[in-house]
């Protein structure tokens, strides 16, 4: 198994009491089935509170929030459960958070959820790697020619973020056509080389007004977490500039979305959620780390809420491909 990941990975070390924005807020947790059996056997005051707060949900078990908090966050800002029986007692959700690990058979890709705060600084402050090519061989999973296009076409997608011939909204704009080219190629088209110039005016020509209105009510439509979160898409600040760390923040979508196609071929869907949420942040303003963070722990970290988006890619009239390149242009 060959295990790729990230300079940053290695250098993250959770805040614990510090965080600004704690994992223990806002969030159902759900537990392991090993974790969840080890809570119910234990005696004494924990074992009998972290039974009472346990609860059963479509054959799952989730430790449920109380007053917007964890049960066993402690008023220091730390876990109970860590500081009583240690960092391996906490559950698989607890132990992984931030770090994120797709598998893909032949290789694995470790990386950072841009939902924690201490994460979302090392992402947005690091360049992503493009990892190098992994040695593969036939995999059950997936057709080995299809993998290999993805990680071309990913090299490439990152390599026109990293142009700084092209303004940012340039590059935004590129990585939406691309994503297009990309997907025709996997659908087994034979294409010419995707040419950014000839792009850029078509980028141009297809443009339409867009909203970022309209996008701040799509996004209300989805499950909302927090009330903050309500209050910055209902009342944003002014939009921030385009700097150099949304191409960062576009390297992290693209490195933490381009291979999932492998599992439905919808890469089109994926760019344009990457884009889409690039063009949220900088409409709502305020510190960068701290909006994309948000945003983050809004979305990425809701399964129902990324499903919505990747199918607002293609039926949600504020998402057309000529608004979004109206927004960019």
């Known amino acids: 198994m060959q295990i790729r990941k990230p300079r940053y990975f290695d250098e993250f070390t959770c805040l614990a009491s510090a965080c600004p924005d704690s994992c223990c807020k806002e969030w159902d947790v759900l537990i392991d089935p090993q974790s969840a059996e080890f809570y119910r056997s ?34 220091d800002g730390l876990c109970r459960i860590q500081a009583e029986l240690g960092h391996d007692a906490l559950c698989k959700t607890c132990r992984d958070f931030p770090r994120l690990t797709h598998d893909y058979g032949e290789f694995t890709e470790l990386g950072l959820e841009l939902s924690c705060p201490e994460a979302a600084r090392l992402i947005l402050s690091r360049e992503t790697e493009d990892f190098p090519f992994p040695v593969l061989s036939d995999c059950e999973d997936y057709d080995r020619e299809d993998m290999l296009l993805l990680l071309q076409t990913r090299r490439e997608a990152l390599a026109l973020l990293d142009r700084k011939d092209f303004s940012v909204p340039q590059a935004l704009s590129l990585l939406l056509l691309y994503g297009y080219h990309a997907q025709s190629l996997l659908d087994g088209e034979a294409l010419e080389n995707f040419s950014p110039e000839e792009a850029l005016k078509t980028a141009k020509s297809l443009a339409k007004t867009g909203s970022t209105q309209e996008i701040r009510t799509f996004f209300l439509s989805l499950e909302v977490l927090t009330p903050g979160w309500k209050q910055r898409l209902t009342a944003p600040s002014c939009p921030g500039a385009w700097s150099d760390k949304y191409r960062l923040l576009a390297k992290y979508f693209i490195m933490r979305y381009w291979l999932q196609t492998i599992s439905d071929f919808d890469l089109v869907g994926r760019v344009k959620l990457g884009i889409t949420l690039c063009l949220l942040i900088r409409e709502l303003g305020g510190d960068l780390v701290q909006t994309a963070q948000l945003c983050s722990k809004e979305i990425e970290n809701n399964t129902e809420n990324v499903d919505a988006l990747l199918d607002a890619a293609y039926t949600c009239p504020a998402l057309t491909d000529d608004k979004l390149l109206g927004l960019l242009t």
Not at 43 to 48: A, E, F, S, W
Not at 50 to 74: D, K, S
């Open 42 to 75: 234990l005696p004494g005051d924990l074992g009998q509170r972290l039974r009472q707060v346990l609860t059963e949900e479509a054959g799952q078990t989730f430790m449920l929030i109380e007053e917007g908090r964890c049960p066993m966050w402690r008023k």
